[in-house]
C-alpha cells in the first residue's frame, strides 16, 4: 500500500506563494511518475502539474503555467509543487498523486494513489 502525504498549504494574499509537499512510502517512489491535482468547491478533480519518473518530464495546466512548478528528489521520495503568482481562482484542495506509470500522463484515471489532500486558500 502507498502512503501519500501533503503538506505546505494555508492561507496566502493573491500575489503571493505557497510551497507544497509530498512524502511518499509504501513502494519505489523513482519508478512512477507523479502528480499534483485540485478540487475547487463545486468542481470536478482536475491535473495541475505531473512530473515524470526521473523528471525529465514534465506538464501543467495551461492555468498554471509559468507559475507552478514541479519537482521531486528520488532520494528523499517527495515531490514538490512551488505555486507563485497565486490567484484567488486557485483556491481548492490540493492533493498529491502517485501514477501507475513511470511517464507523465494528464488523465486524472492513470493516478492510483492519492494523498488526503491539502487546502489552499487564496484570499485578500
Known amino acids: 500500500q502507498v502512503q501519500l502525504v501533503e503538506s505546505g498549504g494555508g492561507l496566502v494574499q493573491p500575489g503571493g506563494s505557497l510551497r507544497l509537499s509530498c512524502v511518499a512510502s509504501g513502494r519505489t517512489f523513482s519508478r512512477y511518475a507523479m502528480g499534483w491535482l485540485r478540487q475547487a468547491p463545486g468542481k470536478g478533480r482536475e491535473l495541475v502539474a505531473t512530473?515524470?519518473?526521473?523528471?525529465?518530464?514534465?506538464y501543467y495546466a495551461g492555468s498554471v503555467k509559468g507559475r507552478f512548478t514541479i519537482s521531486r528528489d528520488n532520494a528523499k521520495n517527495t515531490v514538490v509543487l512551488q505555486m507563485n503568482s497565486l490567484k484567488p481562482e486557485d483556491t481548492a484542495d490540493y492533493y498529491c498523486?502517485?501514477?501507475?506509470?513511470?511517464?507523465?500522463?494528464?488523465?486524472?484515471?492513470?493516478?492510483?494513489?492519492w494523498g488526503k489532500g491539502t487546502q489552499v486558500t487564496v484570499s485578500s
Open positions: 512530473i515524470s519518473w526521473n523528471g525529465g518530464s514534465t
Open positions: 498523486a502517485a501514477s501507475r506509470y513511470p511517464r507523465i500522463g494528464v488523465e486524472t484515471s492513470e493516478y492510483e494513489y
